[in-house]
């Protein structure tokens, strides 16, 4: 059936409130009258399994961000702010990297001069993983569940850097971690399996105080033209320490999204192989249509709205139409839940989120009569 698409804060719509990532404030969307709980419907997604319509971050997700697990300190903290953060700023992480967030890109970049380790053979004698109890999770998470959380929304986390990017924070940047890769990879897969350990007990920590249903894990294989490594290293080094994150998580019923940058399309057969859930990837440095049609089957993706661009303007008519061609490339089968609109204007968000609803519903609906 076609569904009437309601106006920006018709009083008479029930609504409700959600983030996006690099908003402050909380942003307002309707409470969309849906036939299954949302939780469901984004398991179903998740599991390419017939949802009822493509998950909308904004409304059926509840999501912290590394920084937000813990109280920050006098400079440092968890992870980087990524909201009300006009300016750049330095701050130090649980390891003692030190990183500055550069407002202009909106992300944050290993401080120039940085480096935890001068060589990887040593990282066993430098490297101090961090002791949970050093910082106030439980007091945090406590007040979460009392105050904030929402039983009908699905619960994510923002997990820490991952296993090579990592690496490339502690030997203070890219060129010697790749060259570390090909000269010292006894070492390093030392150094993997070790971190791979760490991301496992951190998961299990948070999972012990959060009803975790969705994981982002943040590993960059590539720049925009092309992988950091060949293959050979991922087949090597890389894939089996991440197989392990991968499928203790997963075992433990936790939906697992995979934010990759770079152009890493020689990589999608291997996060398939891993049982990645939901892929987060540059659309600009990768085919993604392609890739949809290609890997769908096996995998999801975290889409942004084909044709939006970050910091433009746009019709009513055309932000419609890439609500719409995002649905049809990405949707069929499942396996969608588009990237909603950074730095947004509330009404902005209400048009997408809405159009996103009600057209999806509307494509699955038919999906069903044919």
């Not at 944050?108 to 961090?130: H, Q, S, Y």
């Amino acid at each position: 059936m076609k569904y009437p698409r309601p106006k920006y804060l018709d009083p008479s719509v029930k609504t409700t409130t959600g983030k996006t990532i690099f908003c402050a404030e909380s942003i307002t969307v309707p409470l969309f009258d849906t036939p299954i709980p949302r939780r469901e419907n984004f398991f179903k997604a998740a599991k390419r399994d017939g949802p009822a319509w493509v998950p909308i971050y904004v409304s059926d997700i509840q999501s912290l961000m590394i920084n937000e697990l813990a109280d920050e300190r006098p400079g440092i903290q968890l992870g980087p702010r990524f909201s009300d953060i006009p300016s750049d700023y330095t701050f130090l992480d649980m390891f003692g990297n030190s990183w500055t967030w550069v407002a202009l890109v909106g992300g944050a970049m290993l401080t120039p001069g940085t480096r935890v380790l001068e060589d990887i053979c040593d990282w066993e004698k430098v490297i101090k993983f961090p002791c949970f109890d050093d910082w106030n999770y439980r007091e945090t998470a406590e007040k979460f569940m009392r105050d904030k959380y929402d039983p009908e929304k699905v619960m994510h986390i923002n997990l820490h850097q991952g296993l090579t990017e990592m690496l490339v924070a502690f030997l203070g940047g890219y060129e010697d971690a790749m060259t570390a890769l090909i000269l010292e990879p006894e070492a390093v897969s030392d150094f993997f399996a070790a971190f791979a350990k760490f991301m496992i007990d951190f998961f299990d920590f948070l999972n012990s105080m959060y009803p975790i249903d969705f994981v982002t894990y943040h590993d960059d294989w590539g720049t925009e033209r092309d992988t950091f490594f060949s293959e050979k290293t991922m087949e090597e080094l890389v894939f089996e320490p991440t197989s392990k994150i991968i499928s203790h998580i997963k075992g433990k019923g936790v939906v697992f999204e995979l934010h990759s940058c770079g152009k890493i399309e020689r990589f999608l057969p291997y996060a398939c192989d891993l049982g990645v859930d939901f892929l987060q990837m540059q659309r600009r440095a990768n085919d993604m249509p392609a890739l949809k049609e290609k890997y769908g089957d096996r995998i999801g993706f975290n889409a942004p709205f084909e044709g939006l661009e970050p910091g433009v303007e746009y019709s009513d008519e055309e932000l419609v139409e890439a609500v719409r061609k995002t649905v049809d490339i990405y949707a069929p089968g499942g396996g969608l839940y588009p990237f909603i609109a950074p730095r947004s204007e509330p009404e902005r968000v209400w048009k997408l989120a809405t159009e996103l609803y009600y057209y999806s519903r509307e494509f699955y609906e038919k999906l069903l009569l044919i």
